[in-house]
């Protein structure tokens, strides 16, 4: 499975943006699908986590109520809908796939498939 995100930016503090990852060559569907994030000299953290049908979803304290992971499988594309950024908000992020069947799975070490990631900047 190729993973290629979009959407990354600058956007003010407050404001929204959001994250698209665009899937191609595997079974899209059969993975749950998660979202990281890294700043730099920090390692690369957990945000948010789908399954595979896209009914249930999983996220880190920090984001959670004001991110939204969704997906498209008609279409082989994850979504971060990201809303009231922070600065802190501010790193690269990267979409992953894994294959685990017991969810949810926060270890990046269990995700199989990266994408190159998308900046994200949060001005304040």
């Known amino acids: 499975v190729q993973l290629v995100e979009s959407g990354g930016g600058l956007v003010q503090a407050g404001g929204s943006l959001r994250l698209s990852c665009a899937a191609s060559g595997g079974a899209f569907s059969s993975h749950a699908m998660g979202w990281f994030r890294q700043t730099p000299g920090k390692e690369r953290e957990f945000v948010a986590l789908i399954n595979w049908i896209g009914d249930n979803t999983w996220y880190a304290d920090s984001v959670k109520g004001r991110f939204i992971a969704s997906r498209d499988n008609a279409k082989n594309t994850l979504f971060l809908e990201m809303m009231s950024v922070t600065p802190e908000d501010t790193a690269v992020y990267y979409c992953?796939?894994?294959?685990?069947?017991?969810?949810?799975?926060?270890?990046?070490?269990?995700?199989?498939?990266w994408g190159q990631g998308t900046q994200v900047t949060v001005s304040s």
């Open positions: 992953a796939g894994t294959g685990a069947r017991l969810l949810p799975v926060r270890d990046r070490a269990q995700y199989e498939y």
